[in-house]
């Protein structure tokens, strides 16, 4: 009897596990992490650090981006609170190795005691945000447990909390203190920790486009959007049309001090990214727009293009620009340290020491000076900064007008360009705070913290 044949079988491919896709809302979250990390461990600028988080992730459609950025948001504006409350339910600091745990148990505490997420949402994903962290991944029992807690219990210890006291450097509340009064600096610093509204600068007919856009006109003009029920800002009524731009009222007003610049021939230096430049220019000035980054220069070229409206662009060091002539008037908004746009920056509370100012304040003192060679006798020259602090400001101008017996002060008064006369300093500059323009509606209140000062060359046969 032969042997049965023997058959060959074909192998078994392993069955591969196939790949678990992310649950809804993770890349949101894994971007606001990312974010944090670049801004509060490696000190960039919230903007940049958000751009970048984008680029590393997935692509995240509008309303995912929108949710990452104000989860980020939410945690730098209310870092300290948060962080009282979720170390609150830890035994031991978290060790210096635990990769991206903290910023993870900050972003899962604000959405369970801000925003208010569904805890179960929260936490969960915050568990899968540690799992992918080889560093974090050990913590992931840790986390669940702690967030937890802060579900159930943070909310109680959020409430005996003060916000300005918890979220402001003691350094800088000081300081305000110092400058402002005790009662007006703590206005200050509260309203620094609330988000701001939407602003437009319109290049026409600000009244029908407020009522077109749902929003409110301000005595200043600009028109006032709730920002958290107006959506994406490129789906707005007139966005593609150039009408308008994005501008807080505060920003708006030292274009304006230079009163009729139709015609004028004006230097706008620093002028990156182009807010008083489209003002200047939908007013018919001639604008020659100095800056010394080209990536700011080309946003200001590709808002000034959806605009529809045409300046002179350089790229160039303020300090060493010779344009071989003088202008008609001349606005300089110095680099400063930007503590009036808190609402809208608040990195700033987290990069921002005591001991940075000293370098800005030297360089404002000769872009002023330089500022000041190129106005023409009898021109203009407006100088002024996004700070809240005296020696970037007042204290600044005080000391050029010292120095230079050539120009004299203009004055603002109450009424010019819905200038408030609170907003104007007792030697008549511009000051407007964040606690300005209250609201019922907290989400309508409120304006950068922005100086500016008008001066003016003296003409040549004018008497000192």
């Known amino acids: 009897m032969s042997a049965p044949r023997q058959t060959r079988r074909k192998p078994v491919k392993p069955t591969r596990t196939p790949r678990r896709s992310k649950p809804s809302g993770y890349e949101a979250r894994a971007t606001a992490v990312r974010c944090l990390v670049s801004v509060l461990d490696r000190g960039r ?29 939410t945690v730098l504006r209310r870092k300290g609170e948060l962080e009282m409350v979720a170390s609150s339910f830890l035994e031991k600091p978290l060790p210096p190795d635990s990769g991206s745990l903290w910023p993870i148990l900050l972003t899962a505490s604000a959405q369970l005691l801000v925003l208010e997420t569904p805890p179960h949402a929260a936490i969960s994903l915050a568990v899968d945000l540690c799992r992918a962290d080889p560093r974090a991944r050990r913590f992931d029992r840790l986390a669940n447990a702690v967030l937890r807690r802060v579900a159930t219990a943070g909310k109680d210890i959020l409430s005996e909390l003060d916000p300005v006291a918890t979220n402001i ?14 009662e007006l600096a703590r206005e200050i610093a509260a309203a620094s920790l609330t988000e701001a509204a939407l602003d437009l600068s319109v290049k026409t007919d600000a009244d029908a486009w407020a009522k077109r856009l749902g929003g409110m006109r301000l005595a200043t003009g600009t028109v006032r959007l709730d920002r958290t029920q107006a959506g994406r800002i490129e789906d707005l009524l007139g966005y593609a049309d150039g009408i308008w731009w994005v501008q807080d009222a505060a920003a708006a007003l030292p274009a304006r001090l230079l009163g009729d610049v139709a015609g004028q021939r004006i230097a706008d230096l620093c002028a990156a990214p182009g807010g008083k430049t489209a003002e200047l220019l939908a007013a018919g000035a001639m604008v020659t727009a100095v800056d010394l980054s080209p990536v700011r220069l080309d946003r200001l070229q590709q808002n000034l ?17 010779d344009p071989g002539r003088t202008f008609d008037a001349v606005l300089l908004d110095a680099p400063c340290s930007a503590t009036g746009t808190i609402r809208r920056h608040p ?4 990069l921002r020491r005591k001991d940075d100012t000293s370098p800005r304040v030297s360089l404002q003192r000769r872009l002023l000076e330089r500022a000041a060679g190129l106005v023409r006798p009898g021109g203009l020259l407006v100088y002024c900064t996004c ?34 006369a609170e907003w104007i300093t007792p030697d008549g500059d511009l000051r407007t705070l964040p606690s300005h323009l209250p609201h019922e509606e907290a989400a309508l209140a409120g304006m950068d913290g922005f100086y500016a000062a008008r001066l003016q060359r003296r003409d040549a046969l004018s008497p000192a």
Do not use: C, N
């Not at 293009?305 to 160039?316: F, G, N, P, Y």
């Not at 990195?347 to 987290?350: E, R």
């Open 387 to 420: 700070s809240l602090e005296p020696e970037e400001g007042g204290d600044q101008v005080a000391q050029f007008l010292d120095a230079h017996p050539d120009f004299i002060r203009i004055p603002i008064t109450p009424g010019e360009a819905g200038i408030a």
């Open 347 to 350: 990195d700033i509370l987290h």
């Open 169 to 182: 450097p003691s350094w800088l509340l000081e300081r305000w203190q110092a400058a402002y009064g005790p």
């Open 305 to 321: 293009t959806r605009l529809k409206l045409t300046a002179d662009v350089i790229t160039a060091d303020v300090l060493t620009w």
């Open 45 to 73: 600028p919230l903007d940049d650090a958000f751009e970048a988080a984008l680029a590393k992730g997935e692509h995240l459609a509008p309303r995912d981006r929108a949710f990452a950025r104000l989860l980020v948001m």
